[in-house]
C-alpha cells in the first residue's frame, strides 16, 4: 500500500506533495518581485522577514465552489508586521487574500469601516461648486489616522513592505518554499515568523472532483460517470455511502514542512518562529514543546483561540523554556475588533510596557 504523503520522509513527502499540483499562476511574478526586494535590502544590509498571515483552504473541487477554511483573520500577522517595520526590519508578509494587512487594518472591516472616520467638511465660500465640500477625517481620529498614515507611506516610499496573497495551502506552500529559497542571501539577517494558519488535511489532486459536487440527482446522461461524486469521494477500498445526499470527505495529512523549512530551503544563520494555536489549554504547551524538539527552531509561540488576544506563552530550547506574557485585565479592551488587544499584547512581547504580568 502506498504510504501517505504524511508518513513519508520529509525529502520524499516534499517531492510528492509538489509534484502533486502545478505551482500557482502567481508563483513567477511573486518570486521575480520577491528577488528585487531581497536584493535591495541584501545590499543595505538590512534585515528581512517573512511574516505569514492568515488561514489556508483546501478547496474540495479543481473547479473551486465549495473549500475547508481555516481560522485566522489576519490581525496577529498584521499586527507583528507593522512592529517588525518599526524596528527597522523589511517584511515580506505572505497573506491570505483579502485578509487583513498591516496599517490598512486599522480602518477595514465591519468594526473598523474607514467610512465611520469620515465626514463631509462644509463647503467654503470660493468654492465652484457650493453643495460640495471636501471629504474630510473626523476631528476626533486626526492624530491616530495622521500617525498610521505616515507609516504607511514611510513603507511605501521606502520599499519596506512587500505584499504577496495566496489562497490555498498548496498555494502557500509553493510560496513558502520559493521565497525562503530567495532569501538565502540574507544568511542571519533573515527571520521567519510564521502565524498564518495552515491547513493539516487535504485532498490529493489525483483524488479531487473537477466539477462542482452535486447534491441532487444528475440528469441521466451523466449517472454513473466520473463525476459521480459518490466514486470521486470514497476512495479505492471504501464503501459507498448508503445516503447519496451525504457527502463523505476523505482528507490526507498534509506533511509538515516546518521541518524542510529549517532543515533545508532557509538560509543558514536565519532564525525561525512558528506559532500553535490550540483549543484545550491542557494541551498547548504539550504541543509546542513538541513541535520545538521536533523541528529545533528558535521558538513557538503558542496560543489558545479564546485568549489569543491578551495572552501567549513562549516555548524556547532555553531557560526559562516556557514563558507566559500577558495584558493586563485593565488594558484588554472591549473592542469587538480586537486591534487595541493586539497592540497591547505587541508591546507586551517588545518588553516594553511596564504593566504586563510575566508568569514564569
Ligand atoms: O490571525 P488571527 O485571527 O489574529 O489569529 C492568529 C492565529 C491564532 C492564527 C496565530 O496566532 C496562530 O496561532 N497561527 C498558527 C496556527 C497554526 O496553524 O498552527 P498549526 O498547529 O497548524 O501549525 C503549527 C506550525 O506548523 C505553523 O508554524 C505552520 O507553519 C507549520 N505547519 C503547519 C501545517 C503544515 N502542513 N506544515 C507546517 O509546517
Known sequence: MTPLVGEMSPAAAESVYFNEYPPPKALPKHEALARAFIELHVEANRRVVLVTSGGTTVPLEAQTVRFIDNFSAGTRGATSAEYFLEQGYAVIFLHRQYSLLPYSRHYSHSTNCFLDFMDEAPPSADSS???????????????QMRSVLRKYRYAKQ??????LPF???????????????????LNENALFYLAAAVSDFFIPRS????HKIQSSELPPHMQGSAVDPDEIYTGENEEQPSNRKKLVVNLDPVPKFLHQLVDGWAPEGSMVVSFKLETDPSLLVYKARTALQRYSHHLVIGNLLSTRKWEVVFITPDEPHERWIRVPKSRRSKS????????????????KSPSVEQLE
Not at 136 to 142: A, L
Not at 207 to 210: D, F, H, Q
Open 129 to 143: 461648486n457650493p453643495g460640495d465640500g471636501p471629504i474630510m477625517v473626523r476631528d476626533e481620529y486626526q492624530d
Open 158 to 163: 521606502n520599499n519596506r513592505l512587500l505584499l
Open 336 to 351: 469587538i475588533s480586537g486591534v487595541e488587544d493586539q497592540v497591547g499584547l505587541a508591546e507586551a512581547m517588545k518588553g
Open 207 to 210: 483524488r479531487m472532483a473537477e
Open 167 to 185: 489562497t490555498t495551502v498548496s498555494e502557500y506552500m509553493f510560496e513558502l518554499r520559493s521565497l525562503a529559497k530567495l532569501m538565502r542571501p
